[in-house]
């Protein structure tokens, strides 16, 4: 395959890549799990095993550039523009057919917090709204408010919400957030957001009264799930106040942990719209691009 170069973002749970010319995308697939980014010879060779197939037999180097796989000792620090103008990390691979190029991430003091390809989305979107002054809320397993002005990262907080999620609804036979066709309830999903809104320190209570109706089946299964899914993200309205309350909010994510955010604040009045997250990625790696020398 004739390509120019390929995109790769690293979610926690899953690898996006693209194979592209002259931006183009000419294919695409997305792998239910990343490779380790903790160590890199096994980051490249977990790549490297998902992108055999657009790799010349031999010849030039092809280009990767990827987020979301960074060394956060290397992350900038916050305040700062999504991208960084020198370009990302050039790092030395086994295969010689790779130019392997990282994004750097952001750093932040208090509290302390990093972003590592959430940003390049964070770019990605401001490419498509260059004037856009508020906050991002990046919804998916971690999510992360962040606040944008004058096309700067001004700071940021992330919540585990979404693990949290994943995590306590296993002990109630149920699978993870990622299902396909997931059913959200509103008349619990509402119910129990606003009740952990008002008393964001009863959450502990509240859930562990949701875990005995399941054990003694006072409600369905949708409804229980919809409900735990409710109280947690009701807690996480209440100390992310200040992100959301009299201010414009952008949500970039997909599936029924978007939906579950788009539909509790607009329960508090803040309209939100929704970007996918995959193609902010994407848009935001071809910002990379524009912005690396010599390519």
């Keep these: 395959m004739n390509i120019d170069w390929i995109a790769a973002y690293c979610t926690d749970d899953a690898l ?60 900038r620090r916050a305040p700062c523009t999504p991208l960084d103008t020198k370009g990302p990390v050039c790092l030395a691979t086994q295969d010689s057919r790779l130019d392997l190029r990282f994004v750097t991430g952001i750093e932040q003091a208090t509290p302390l917090d990093l972003l590592g390809g959430e940003e390049t989305c964070i770019a990605g979107f401001l490419a498509l709204r260059p004037n856009f002054d508020g906050i991002i809320l990046l919804a998916q397993n971690r999510a992360v408010w962040v606040l944008i002005s004058a096309g700067e990262i001004v700071g940021f907080q992330s919540f585990l919400t979404g693990e949290l999620y994943n995590v306590l609804r296993q002990p109630f036979g149920s699978s993870k957030i990622q299902d396909k066709n997931p059913l959200l309830k509103h008349e619990p999903f509402l119910g129990a957001l606003s009740d952990a809104i008002s008393r964001p320190e009863r959450l502990a209570a509240h859930l562990s009264t949701l875990r005995v109706q399941a054990q003694l089946s006072v409600h369905d299964d949708a409804h229980v799930q919809s409900a735990l899914l409710g109280h947690l993200m009701g807690a996480e309205l209440a100390s992310a106040r200040p992100y959301w309350l009299g201010q414009s909010v952008v949500v970039l994510g997909s599936g029924l942990i978007a939906s579950a955010y788009q539909e ?24 990379v691009k524009e912005l690396t020398r010599n390519i």
């Design 264 to 287: 509790a604040l607009r329960a508090q009045g803040t309209i939100t719209d929704i970007f996918p997250a995959q193609d902010c990625a994407l848009a935001g790696l071809v910002k």
């Design 16 to 75: 996006f890549l693209w194979a592209l010319k002259d931006n183009a995308i000419l294919e695409q697939s997305c792998r239910p799990s990343r490779p380790p980014v903790a160590d890199f010879a096994a980051f490249e060779a977990g790549l490297l095993a998902q992108i055999q197939m657009w790799l010349p037999a031999s010849g030039a180097k092809t280009l990767v550039l990827a987020a979301g796989a960074f060394d956060p000792m290397a992350a």
